[in-house]
Each structure stands twice: as C-alpha cells, then as structure tokens.
C-alpha cells in the first residue's frame, strides 16, 4: 500500500518536472557515479528522473540510518547497491522470486525428512562456524536482473556439501536449475527436489549462467553432483538450524527488506517480516562483541553487495527474518 503510494506520488513529481528540467539543469556526481558502476540505462529521460527521485529518497534513508550507525545506535552500515534506483514493490517482482510459495504437492518433502528432536542437539556444538573460511563455498555470482536466486541456493547447498563429503568443490549449474527446474514454482526446495529427479546436475563450467530461462539442456555426462534426499531443517528454532549448520550450509529464504540498503554489519530490523522471498545460503555463524550473534549468509547479488556479497544477520532474535522458516540442505550420493 505505502509503495503504491510512493509510486504514484514519485510519478506525479516526475510528471511536474517534465520540461522544467528542475534536476537536470543540475549536475548531479553520485547519481552519474551510480549509473556507472550498475551499468543503469534507462528507457527515456522521464523513467530517469523517476529512478533519480527514488534513487534521492533512499540517500536520505541511508544517510539518516548510517549517523545512528556512527553513533553505535545501528548494528549495521547501509549502502548504495543495485537497488538504490529501485522501490521495495518493484524489487520483490524482479529479484526475488515468490519463495513463500508452497512447494507443488508432488515435490513436498517427505515427513521423516525432517530432523529429530532438539534433543539431538550436540552439547559441544561449536561457537563459531564460517564454510567459506573452510573453503567449502564457491565464489558469489551475481544472478543480475532475474528472479533467479532459488537456483543459485540450490546448487550452492549442493556444491558445499558435496565438498564436504568429497573434498571437492566443484561449481555446478544454475542455468542447468533455471531451464529445467524453473517450470515448477520457484522455490529452492522444488530445485533439489528436480536435481533428485533428473539425476544429477551439470557442473557451471559446462552450463554457464545466462540469466533467462532457455532450453532444458541438461547432460547427464556432464553431472557434477547427484542428490539422494532432501531434508529440512525443523522451522522455529535457531539453535538446531545452527546445530545443522554446524555440519554443512543450509540453503533458506529472507525478506527482500534485508537486502535493499544493506552494505555491512550485523543486519537487524524488527521490520524485516517474516514472509520470506529471496533465497540464500546459510554458510556459518558467529558473535560479535558489540552486536551479538549472526548468522553468514551468502548471496547471489555479487560481490561489490554487502560484505563482498555476503551478509550478516542477527541470530537468536526470535528468528528473525523468518530465517528458520524454509530451510534445506540435500543429502548426497
Ligand atoms: C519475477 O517473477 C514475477 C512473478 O513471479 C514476475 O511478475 C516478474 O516479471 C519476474 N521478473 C523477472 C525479471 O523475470
Ligand atoms: C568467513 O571467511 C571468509 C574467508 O576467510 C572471510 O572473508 C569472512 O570475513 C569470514 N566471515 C566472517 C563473518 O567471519
């Protein structure tokens, strides 16, 4: 409701400076500074003007956030990224991708996929786990304009925890995922659920990522993993998430409110929501003195986004984010 608002008002105030040239006749260094370094072209001057006014809209939420950030009243800095021109609607249609959606019913898991009790919980579970450290974990990609991030936490889960098993990383195919696995609803569980399927999943470097959704080409010589089960972790509770995690990243779902203006900290904002639709991977956790327990998540957003693509989210704060609610990780021939 309040960005139909925004949308409207923001057009009206563009339609207002139609010929009046109000900002145009002045030079404007960050918003040039902007479209240069995220490659924006836009259709005409009128969808410019637009772009800059929202572009000028989020500075102001930025630069309002980042004082209290300096005066260690925020647990994290916000920044300008690829979204900056963008509003909240118009990001949730273009990037993310309906991830609260139900799995289609003759995907959905198995019940004795889940976890046991909480009482399997492993007394000296560590404090700390990071996979990237650990080398488990492929570079970020950028999945750039696409509603594509289901698939790059699909095969993320897969390709860490096939090093886990194996000892090797191996890159495998979201093209492969988003032309073959993209007709069903785009949720990362339906993604490994089609791996499981189609027995197997090429590896990245004989299916590179294009973007949009094109002919299934998958090869099954060209596999790079197979998938045997699927398991979820029990929604709810953060302390056996982090008890999974412990053993392997776990692919799950956040807000699109946490990714908009974040650049680096600890992410909290009890507005974040709990209806969860841009996919990640869960890659470990942690504690920082100042702002307590996080989450590392793993982004498909590149790796000029967040903390070189990465993100930090708050744990234990009553699941925040809605971080427990779909969360997957595969098991592994
Ligand atoms: C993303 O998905 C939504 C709905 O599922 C659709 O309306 C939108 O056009 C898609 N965006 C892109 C860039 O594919
Ligand atoms: C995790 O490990 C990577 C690679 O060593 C490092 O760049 C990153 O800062 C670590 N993350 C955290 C939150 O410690």
Known sequence: MKAAFVIVALLGVAACTLGGATYSEQPNREW?????????????ES?????MLIFQDNNKIIDAHNERW???????????NQFTDMLPSEISKGFANNDDEHPIEDLEPEPNDYLNEVGDLDLDMPVKVNWT????VTPVMNQGHFNNSWAFAAAGVVESHQFIKSGRLVALSKQNL??????HNKLTVNALICIKRMRG???EASYPYRGITGKCQFQRKLIGAKVKKIIQVRPGNENELAYNVAKGPIAA???????INYKSGVFHNSHCGQSPDFAVLIVGFGTCKNFGDYWIIKTSLGSTWGE????????NKQNLCGITNRAYYPALY
């Open 32 to 44: 040039d500074d902007f479209k240069f370094q995220f490659d924006k072209i836009y259709g005409d």
């Open 47 to 51: 969808e410019e003007q637009l772009r």
């Open 70 to 80: 300096a005066a260690g009243e925020e647990s994290y800095e916000m920044g300008v």
């Open 133 to 136: 450290q650990l080398g488990a």
């Open 178 to 183: 988003v032309d073959c696995c993209g007709k």
């Open 201 to 203: 999943i090429d590896t």
């Open 253 to 259: 779902v956040i807000p699109q409110a946490a990714i």
């Open 308 to 315: 070189k693509g990465y993100m930090r989210l708050a744990r």
